[in-house]
């Protein structure tokens, strides 16, 4: 009887150990479940109508973990409409059935730091996969031909391309493009058009969203982790690191090298000429062009050489080493983006063939969208004319009913703000002018606008 109470006793502490690490570890919690079966949306050059694609889940499809590992699985497709890529892109994301491990303790990497490859290196909270700074392609191919020119060449190396500076013209609204079938940011999720100055023009017949909304006035949430099992934050953050000084932009300690032509690395190594600065070459083209600044690391609100620190945020009370996806005072991309050239950890997640059994299921119910100061919706433009825009501060986990009302109370048109995606918007071609309130829902929340219809 002992022996049985005692086994009893073990089982029921396991169950309330892992109940109580899937409540307090952001590694499990923080995952934007697919709890309403949405789908992937994208755009084609052309046509602002966005296509319905029925078979690609979006957001993650499944969270389960053990002691030691979590489990996600999902397509790679956000809920927010995707493309157009007005460079060329032929190719168009797709259900990549990702499944990651993801480990519950992240460790430092105490020996040689591990570069960031070409290809995933992170995931968001959505699923979505992170690229680091490269587009794959540095200045010479291996036969000596210019990998900008007709002979292409993935190059050998030396002087190695900016996919954000080079491939701006061929990222969507949400700062995405794909590779093959596999969507991904190499930079911040926040869209092209809520930057301070707005550097591509893509949002203005091709309405899209991100992941969040930049606010400088609170903590940015947690968007995703590395490969090395660490979290990843939006732009802003406490100043110092035990949590005071309030909320500032945590800034990139790498900055452009003072150099007209490519002859040296910043630490002085003789290499393979490369082009010189030039306005076909822009400083800022290649990666080898920044140099990292130590005494900048030296400042609570700058960054290590990782693109991180150790430091108290909204989900580590206690703190942890934490990247930021860094971007420059008019809230525009800043190099190295979000993690890299290295990582500061070991790089531990994998991609599995299947989620295993045995593990503890964990479904999201509430969440990032619970947060007081993300519920606050932006409706604009006031007075509206032929669209009107409900902008939120963060993608929420769960969908939000949005109404448009009359003076009378009638509800005049319906959409809905998807789990996962912070915009949608009401065409106002056939409604008259007038006062009308915009009405947000969900199952604990309700917050009403009023806007002015006027043409």
Aim: proline residues 6%; aromatic residues 12%; glycine residues 10%.
């Amino acid at each position: 009887m002992k022996k049985q109470l005692l086994q009893f006793t073990s089982a029921m502490a396991l169950l309330f150990s892992a109940s109580l690490e899937a409540q307090t570890n952001p590694a499990i919690s923080s995952w934007i479940q697919n709890t309403t079966g949405i789908t992937g949306r994208h755009y084609v050059s052309g046509n602002s109508i966005p296509i319905v694609d029925a078979s690609y889940p979006a957001n993650v499809q499944a969270v389960a973990y053990n002691t030691t590992n979590v489990y996600i699985s999902c397509s790679g497709i956000p809920s927010y409409v995707i493309g157009p890529y007005l460079d060329g892109n032929p190719n168009q994301g797709g259900n990549n059935n990702n499944k990651y491990k993801i480990p519950l303790t992240p460790v430092q990497n105490t020996g040689t730091p591990t570069p960031t490859t070409g290809g995933t290196i992170g995931i968001f909270i959505n699923g979505v996969s992170l690229f680091d700074y490269r587009d794959g392609v540095s200045y010479k191919s291996s036969t000596g031909a210019n990998a900008g020119g007709p002979l292409g060449g993935m190059g050998d190396g030396v002087w190695n391309r900016d996919a954000v500076v080079y491939e701006k013209n061929g990222f969507d609204c949400a700062k995405g493009h794909p590779a093959g079938t596999n969507y991904h940011h190499h930079q911040n999720p926040s869209a092209f058009n809520l930057d301070l100055a707005v550097i591509s023009g893509v949002c203005n017949l091709y309405l899209a969203d991100g992941l969040y909304v930049i606010d400088s006035t609170v903590h940015s949430p947690l968007i995703g982790f590395a490969y090395d099992g660490f979290p990843i934050y939006g732009a802003y953050g406490y100043k110092n690191a035990d949590g005071s000084g309030g909320i500032t932009r945590m800034k990139s300690s790498y900055s452009l090298r003072s150099i007209t032509v490519r002859t040296h690395y910043a630490d002085g190594t003789n290499v393979t000429d490369g082009p010189a600065v030039s306005s076909s070459f822009p400083l800022g083209m290649y990666r080898e062009d920044y140099q990292y600044n130590p005494t900048s690391a030296a400042t609570p609100d700058y960054l290590d050489e990782h693109n991180g620190r150790f430091c108290v945020t909204p989900e580590y009370p206690a703190g942890t080493y934490c990247y930021f996806a860094t971007v420059d005072a008019n809230w525009n991309s800043y190099y190295p983006y979000v993690v890299g050239p290295a990582f500061y950890g070991t790089k531990v997640v994998t991609t599995v063939p299947s989620i295993p059994g045995g593990l503890t299921t964990y479904t999201s119910t509430a969440g990032i969208d619970d947060i007081d100061q993300h519920l606050q919706l932006s409706v604009y433009p006031n007075p509206a004319s032929d669209v009107l825009l409900v902008q939120s501060k963060l993608a929420g986990k769960t969908n939000r009913k949005v109404e448009l009302i009359d003076e009378l109370g009638k509800v005049v048109q319906v959409q809905t703000l998807f789990q996962g995606s912070t915009m949608c918007y009401f065409d106002l071609q056939t409604v008259y002018d007038g006062i009308y309130f915009v009405r947000i829902s969900d199952e604990s929340s309700t917050q009403t606008t009023k806007i002015i219809v006027s043409k």
